[in-house]
């Protein structure tokens, strides 16, 4: 990567490394090194072990400072939702992260979402990683708030840090005095790759039905939909 497109990510991230091999590397993923074996730089998951730390403790101790009376078991669903791996996309999603990472041909050809999703996520947490080991704890904690904690109160005000099951059923008792329950409706296909189709009950009633290569999987996109029929 070219000194100029590493000045062009840092002023994305506001920050300017010291070493800027560690920001590099925090943008290697491991099939690059399949095929570069040659390569000067280490991938990027040591530094993701590092970054995630970092992130839980700045994110707990904003939680804990700015919370007080909040009960912990709010305090662990907020924290789990501003640190997920999909929250992480979004904020890599936001930077343009993804121009800047070392893949192998193969992983940069596969657009399978879900797959980008987690190295994109994981990519995040590798820069906060650079970031502590570059310049401490200050520049990685004014890089997670200004990025990731910021979007605490748009969680706060979709609700989103309910998984859509618990999301549904503390609807259904609220509304409607109805605890939900599911029943799985049908199984097709080999041992190794079935898949699922749920019915989401209100009582009696079917609300709606979801698919998935899980129960639980199948479980939670019932609960999705479930969610938008009742436009809850």
Do not use: C
Request: hydrophobic share 40%; no cysteine; proline share 2%.
């Amino acid at each position: 990567m070219l000194s100029s497109e590493l000045n062009k990510l840092q002023k994305r991230l506001g920050v300017k490394f010291i070493d800027e091999s560690l920001l590099k590397q925090a943008l290697v993923h491991r099939s690059y090194l399949n095929e570069h074996p040659d390569f000067n730089i280490g991938h990027n998951e040591r530094l993701e072990f590092l970054g995630d730390a970092v992130l839980e403790i700045v994110v707990t101790e904003f939680l804990y400072l700015n919370f007080a009376n909040t009960p912990e078991g709010d305090l662990t669903n907020w924290r789990a939702s501003l640190v997920n791996a999909k929250m992480l996309y979004e904020v890599a999603n936001d930077l343009g992260i993804e121009e800047y990472l070392y893949l192998s041909r193969g992983e940069s050809k596969d657009k399978n979402k879900k797959s980008r999703q987690y190295i994109l996520a994981d990519a995040i947490e590798a820069i906060i990683g650079a970031m502590y080991l570059d310049q401490g704890i200050e520049v990685a904690k004014k890089f997670i708030l200004t990025n990731v904690v910021s979007r605490l109160n748009e969680i706060l005000k979709n609700q989103s840090y309910l998984d859509p099951k618990s999301h549904f059923q503390e609807k259904a008792q609220e509304l409607k005095g109805i605890t939900p329950h599911y029943q799985i409706l049908d199984e097709t296909g080999p041992d190794h790759a079935k898949i699922f189709t749920v019915g989401l009950y209100l009582g009696e009633e079917l609300v709606i039905s979801g698919m998935g290569s899980s129960k639980q999987e199948a479980q939670v996109d019932a609960a999705a939909k479930g969610l938008k029929k009742m436009q809850w």
